[in-house]
């Protein structure tokens, strides 16, 4: 009987620890992982608020590489093992997606099990080492100390990115000739000007509550390690570049043309756009949604008062200065109220808003000219998000790009999506902070359509930019598969962006540039948008009249970022849920019917076709948005081409009556990119 006794307490506390068991398990391995990331990309744990890491680099070296895929091999085996059945829908989630993470990880590590292209002079070193420093808090002589030893690491730092690009010389993986033919005289520029640009910056503004004798000594530190550690590792970085990995390069642009390419080309399709769509479909797709934005460019054309082809009105847009600002503080200004008008209007779109604001500064000088016209830095519980624009190319940042650029990049936005996340307190930590493209990106372009439903693009010009925007992103599934998998050159993809967009030539050029060295990246942006409005049609259809705008939106940001796929079942649960007929009432008091109220109506699609959108103000009227200036009808000639708070709590808005609204990871050996990446 005491043998049976024992057998029985055993069975049962076995019962309960695999009861108990695997969402502890599973909760233990997503914080192991975590702090591991955080461990080995220090970088990412600066640019997420923890500054435990802020002495050091990450270890760029072969020998981290593959301790990366081993410890993806193990961490999957691990989840895979988790009994599934005993986790809640939202620890399945959570499953699910860490499993597809380390899956994908691995799929590229299939292809190569190291970083073949670290560096180019679109991104890498040059450009993430002055935006993580913009990033890292200086306040005390402790954060001074980690930025000096972060500082010292430097040459280790450059020595793993050189043995990963000499591996890449060594198996066939050499990035284009073209990606990289830039860099060694940005390098250069870089290390000419240490002392004065952005690596320096914190070293000439050590705060008065530093003690002055502490100011002198790590002022006299600081600038030792900018000239006996930075300088030489940016030297020999350079060196290498010039001297050996460029005459090695490939002329070739496609990433097809690499071992394996087409097969890698195509998996990069599908991860990058969440899509099981061919390189040839996404070109296909990509020519149709050209052609259809290009018919409704034209009747927008028409709606500025501007008499010619639309060919004259691109070159006129990319170029008449009475369209362009006048100054860095005026541009910025102008930001600050289009994001203010919008986050007016939120609680008319989405029932759950995050507190964390959003600021507007400018990007630092160095650099500037090769930079985008802004982008999104995350904020922290430490730091305040910010629109970061670049007010260094004036002659490039358009007045009528301005409300769909804050839409994209603020609110409602990168910043809205990724504070929302960053908000979900009961998640763990990856799924928080986690970054997918074609979500991210996807979402961020999505949003530039919900312009008119918040009151922007009354004005005519502005409008017109949502369009060009709209078509900017079309054009990069034409280019970037005619690059990757259809064998055009550089200039074919030059002369189509230039044909299709009112975007300056020089931009188009660094886009181009940007599309050969990071294949694949920027079909994330349209293809996500087409799925986020798919679903959005989906929805409406299935819902009718009951269907509510803000609710949607709500299921769509409520779980993180996730790949699309995993994303459309969340909606379709939504859905289910939505459709289910109420839980019957139980006896209650009688209530005379209340008057009916009819919902008030949904704003206007996106323009596509004639409407209301004077190029100015009525005589005498204010005008109606922040427009560019009144500009007149331009003859039919064509202008010349012109070359510290509280971390974020969600907010929750009560919800009306429905509305329904018609509408037709870091790379392994470098430094991780900002989150999300501009663009």
Known sequence: ?????????????????????????????????????????????TTVGDARYNARLSDTSLAASKTAL???????????????????????????????????????????????????????LHVRLPRLVAQMPFASEEDYRNYIARL????????????????????????????MR?????????????????????????????????????????NAALDNSAAPALRKLEDFIRN???????????????????????????????????????HALGL??????????????????????????????????????????????????????????????????????????????EGAAGQVAAYYEAGTPERSAALVVNTARLDRQPLWEVETLALHEALPGHHLQVARAQALADLPAFRRHRWDDAFGEGWATYAESLGPELGFFKDAFSSFGYLNDEMFRAVRLVVDTGIHAQGWTRQQALDYLNANTANAAADNAVEVDRYIAQPAQALSYKL???????????????????????????????????????????????????????????PGPILLPAPSVQAPAAAAPAP?????????????????????ASVPPAPAKSAPNAAPKSAPKPVSRPDPAPVSTPRSKPPAGSLPAPSPPAG
Request: glycine share 8%; net charge positive; proline share 9%.
């Open 288 to 365: 149709k949604e050209v052609a259809r934005i290009r018919l409704a460019m034209v009747e927008a054309v028409k709606r500025t008062g501007f008499r010619g082809t639309l060919p004259q009105f691109l070159a006129f847009a990319r170029s008449d200065k009475r369209l362009f600002p006048t100054s860095a503080d005026s541009l910025l200004a102008r930001y600050r109220r289009t994001i203010a008008r919008a986050e007016a209007r939120l609680p008319d779109l989405f029932g759950t808003l995050p507190q964390e604001s959003i600021g507007v500064k400018p990007l630092g000088a």
């Open 528 to 586: 996500g948008q087409l799925r986020f409005t798919a679903l959005r049609e989906k929805a409406q259809a299935a819902l009718g009249p009951r269907f509510d705008l803000r609710r949607f939106h709500d299921a769509l940001l409520g779980q993180g970022s996730l790949p699309l796929p995993l994303l459309e079942r969340v909606v379709e649960k939504w859905l289910a849920a939505q459709l289910a007929p109420p839980p019957p009432a139980g």
């Open 70 to 124: 081993d410890h993806a091999r193990s961490a999957l085996a691990e989840a895979r093992a988790l009994d599934r059945s005993a986790l809640n829908a939202q620890e399945r989630l959570s499953l699910d997606l860490f499993v597809f993470d380390k899956e994908r990880q691995l799929a590229l590590f299939a292809f190569h099990p190291f970083d073949p292209q670290p560096i180019t002079a679109w991104d890498g």
């Open 1 to 45: 009987m005491r043998r049976l006794f024992i057998l029985f307490v055993l069975f049962t506390t076995l019962f309960h620890s695999v009861a108990r068991g695997a969402p502890d398990d599973a909760r233990a391995l997503f914080k192991r992982d975590w702090e591991w990331q955080l461990e080995h990309a220090p970088e990412y744990a």
């Open 152 to 179: 010292e690491a430097l040459p280790a730092h450059v020595d793993g990115l050189v043995e990963q690009l000499r591996e890449g010389m060594r198996t066939g993986w050499t990035a284009p000739k073209a990606a």
């Open 182 to 222: 830039a860099l060694p005289d940005l390098l250069r520029t870089m290390r000419k000007g240490l002392h004065e640009g952005a690596l320096s910056a914190p070293l000439r503004r050590i705060p008065a509550t530093i003690a002055p004798e502490m100011r002198e000594q790590l002022l006299a530190a600081g």
């Open 608 to 628: 596509v076709g004639p409407g209301p959108f004077p190029l100015a103000p009525a005589q005498g009227a204010a005008p109606a948005s922040d427009a560019p």
């Open 244 to 282: 050996d990995y460029l005459p090695a390069a490939r002329e070739s642009l496609a990433a097809g043309s690499l071992p394996g390419g087409p097969g890698y080309y195509a998996f990069l399709v599908r991860q990058s756009g969440g899509t099981e769509l061919t390189p040839a479909e996404v």
